[in-house]
């Protein structure tokens, strides 16, 4: 077995944990423990394993590789990538490892950027190193969930609101917040050419929506054309749903998840500086690398979801090009800070072209534009040499920063994320459009294509003389008028309209007026039953006629 | 020439005599073996005073019922640049093997800049006596290490501690420069 001394060690750390003599778990107290081990509890033979080790740099190198090969899989940490590199950056300050040279690299940063946040130092007004680099680690945690500052001062409080904040996104109102605003406008998890195709399906939809409203009359092909509208809008529609719905359920399930991961672990926000923090304007930044954290420590979580995963990602690869600002309540509110510093910071820092910032009238992109005139292009100073006589052009590039305003920590996740798409909210917008036209419009399709079935004439009749009642037993009365053709009477085509008493059926009232010229007789009249087509506010011409009657049968019926 | 190599060694020998400090007179010694506080009682008094009047304590407002290791905070009294500072420290680490009395804690005070050791007294919780005092050397953060060994009686009263229990002791600690201010 190699390195058995790091063993030791590691077992008397458990034990100690476990009989009570050590407070802290042996990862959380990782640092401490090593300390109290080395320097006291070492036996001879270990202390000189240990220098054989740190002899050399390959030696040195050898223990790191068996460290994340076989220490961290035989200590059940493989679900926590980052627990191996905590480790080695805890141990890397202390003795022996502190003179070791390849431990340099874990000395200074857990290889862990997250995005920055804009602190200013005392009377600062706006200087590079105002933009602190933070990095986060999320810990398995023995006892309840926290966030601990590492290299800084901050009120546990504080960091309590961005932990609530980060939770809130995973599994509260923040989550719900980022949902709705990804479903209203936020870009698709499938290929370009089928959202070309989904856009062009919706514009078809409207396009037939605007035909049958505005067009010739479709007279044979209306069937035809309301078919192919109502196949078209139920595809996209369905296709629209489920695909929104298996992105809000995945993402609630991997949300519920992280959500729970985070009230088990520790998460150790490390920012070097020493500093003290005053206010609360680092909440945001604190926030999100909380969030980037958990998917550090087990990429396993998000997996299973396009909108997690994608933002996390993002969030990993481009984490170093932004910085945070923004005072955040528990339930990812933000609240306005004092911005123009901060904007000054970032603008010095060539790194930084993205700064997330609460909605507040001084980040608007003009602002930030004029303020990017200001700040002088960072130039090298120039080179005062003799044998240098060809010109030299500096191609200082000027500062280029980007604000994002943001009234919620959802809404910083979608500019994160890379969620925002102009083509997604203009086919949303015309989806929602067409989709209410088509909901109005459906009864007057499904009349079109399954037609009510074709009534019959019932009683009462008209005991006047001079109205002739046609009722019809149906319970679609709007789908059918009444055409009365005679050459006595003056012709007349009137609507079936439903009655307002109980138990009395729908009819249509014919006011019976003599022609000037009559040819025909009185009795010879024939009544006949169409079907009205309708398309919400059009009217098409008389559909299939579907009952005829004689006049004198519908003023006998019911006074036989 | 021939060295006389003997009476060369004699007189660098009486050369270093005469440059060498007197010897400590024997009340010196005598206050030296003597535990601080029987040195500066009057001093002693006043910390102790304010000591006891420290109530440090923590109330756990637990919203589950998972179980919290978070261990008893120790009322402590820093005295630093002439300023005295009331704390609490977390008690890290506690061991008692063979009258060997190993203890780490952490310094909830926040002094700039760290100061690299203590002289540490533990005062008994309830009758307010001191009972140790020995020298705490800062490891990593603002953690404190202390080694030494106890008596038989100590051994047996606080041999069962463990870091979650209340600690039966509060601390003053008493950084270089105070000492020395005396």
């Known amino acids: ?398 500062p280029r920063l980007q604000s994002h305003r943001c009234r919620h920590v959802a809404q910083a996740l979608m500019v994160f994320g890379g969620f925002h798409s102009k083509w997604q909210k203009a086919i949303s917008a015309l989806a929602v459009l067409v989709s209410c036209a088509m909901l109005l419009a459906l009864p007057d399709l499904r009349s079109i294509l399954v037609p009510p079935p074709a009534p019959v004439a019932v009683a009462p009749s008209s005991t006047s003389p001079y109205y002739l009642w046609v009722s019809l037993d149906t319970k679609a009365p709007a789908r059918f008028q009444v055409v009365l053709e005679s050459e006595f009477w003056s012709n007349r085509r009137v609507r079936v309209l439903p009655q307002r008493a109980a138990n009395v059926p729908a009819r249509a009232e014919i006011l019976l007026h003599r022609l000037p010229t009559p040819t025909g007789r009185e009795d010879d009249a024939t009544i006949w039953v169409e079907r009205r087509l309708q398309f919400l506010t059009r009217e098409y011409a008389a559909g299939e006629r579907v009952g005829c009657y004689s006049l004198a049968y519908l003023t006998r019926l019911g006074h036989e | 020439m021939k060295t006389n190599i003997p009476l060369l060694l004699r007189w660098h020998l009486a050369q270093l005599e005469n440059q060498a400090p007197p010897p400590p007179r024997a009340a010196r010694l005598l206050a030296q073996t003597q535990p601080w506080w029987d040195t500066w009682p009057e001093r002693f008094q006043a910390l102790v005073e304010r000591l006891s009047h420290m109530d440090v304590a923590f109330g756990h407002a637990m919203t589950d019922a998972s179980h919290v290791r978070t261990g008893f905070p120790v009322t402590t009294l820093v005295e630093h640049a002439g300023e005295e500072t009331e704390t609490s420290a977390r008690v890290l680490y506690l061991s008692l093997r063979d009258r060997r009395f190993c203890f780490r804690f952490h310094l909830n005070a926040n002094i700039q800049p760290a100061v690299e050791s203590f002289e540490v ?38 041999g069962n501690l463990k870091v979650t229990d209340r600690m039966p002791f509060r601390l003053l600690l008493r950084s270089a420069s105070s000492i020395s201010d005396h």
């Open chain 1, 1 to 398: 077995m190699q390195f058995v001394w790091f063993w030791t060690f590691w077992h008397w750390s458990k034990e100690g944990f476990q009989d009570g003599f050590l407070l802290r778990s042996p990862i959380q107290g990782i640092g401490g423990h090593w300390d109290e081990w080395f320097r006291h509890e070492a036996s001879a033979s270990d202390l000189r394993a240990i220098e054989e080790t740190g002899r050399t740099e390959s030696s040195q190198r050898q223990f790191i590789a068996w460290f994340f090969r076989h220490w961290a899989r035989e200590t059940n940490w493989r679900e926590n990538r980052m627990v191996p590199r905590f480790v080695l950056g805890q141990l890397a300050h202390l003795p022996p490892f502190n003179r070791w040279t390849a431990f340099d690299k874990y000395r200074e940063q857990y290889g862990a950027r997250g995005i920055s946040a804009v602190v200013l130092s005392a009377e600062s007004k706006g200087e590079a190193d105002d933009v602190r680099r933070l990095e986060a680690l999320a810990l398995p945690s023995d006892s309840n969930s926290s966030i601990v500052p590492e290299g800084f001062q901050a009120d546990s409080a504080e960091l309590e609101v961005s932990r609530q904040a980060a939770f809130s996104v995973f599994r509260g109102k923040g989550l719900l917040y980022f949902l709705a605003l990804w479903t209203a406008g936020g870009d698709r998890p499938y290929a370009r050419w089928l959202k070309i195709l989904v856009g062009l399906g919706w514009a078809t939809v409207a396009g037939l929506i605007l035909y049958l409203l505005f067009g010739p009359d479709a007279g044979e092909h209306l069937v035809a054309l309301s078919a192919t509208l109502v196949s078209l809008w139920s595809a996209l529609t369905l296709f629209a749903v489920g695909m929104i719905c298996t992105q809000v359920i995945r993402a609630w399930q991997a949300g519920k998840l992280c959500g729970e991961r985070l009230q088990r672990s520790e998460v150790r926000l490390r920012m070097d500086g020493g500093l003290t923090l005053k206010g609360e304007s680092a909440g945001l930044a604190f926030s999100l690398n909380t969030l980037l954290s958990l998917y550090r420590a087990d990429s396993q979580l998000a997996q299973r979801s396009w909108l997690w995963r994608r933002l996390f990602r993002r969030l990993c690869t481009q984490a170093g090009s932004w910085a945070a600002t923004g005072v955040i309540t528990a339930d990812g509110r933000l609240k306005s800070v004092v911005l123009q510093p901060k904007l000054r910071a970032c603008l010095q820092r060539p790194d930084i072209d993205h700064i997330l910032t609460p909605n507040q009238r001084d980040a608007t992109r003009k602002s930030v534009d004029l303020m990017v005139k200001a700040v002088s292009p960072i130039a090298p100073a120039p080179i005062k040499s003799s044998a240098l006589r060809a010109g030299w052009g500096f191609a200082a590039e000027e």
């Open chain 2, 121 to 158: 007294t533990f005062i008994t919780d309830g009758k307010m006596t001191p009972v140790l005092s020995a020298s705490a050397a800062r490891s990593v953060d603002n953690e404190y290490r202390v080694d030494l060994q106890v008596s038989e009686e100590l051994a047996r009263e606080w």
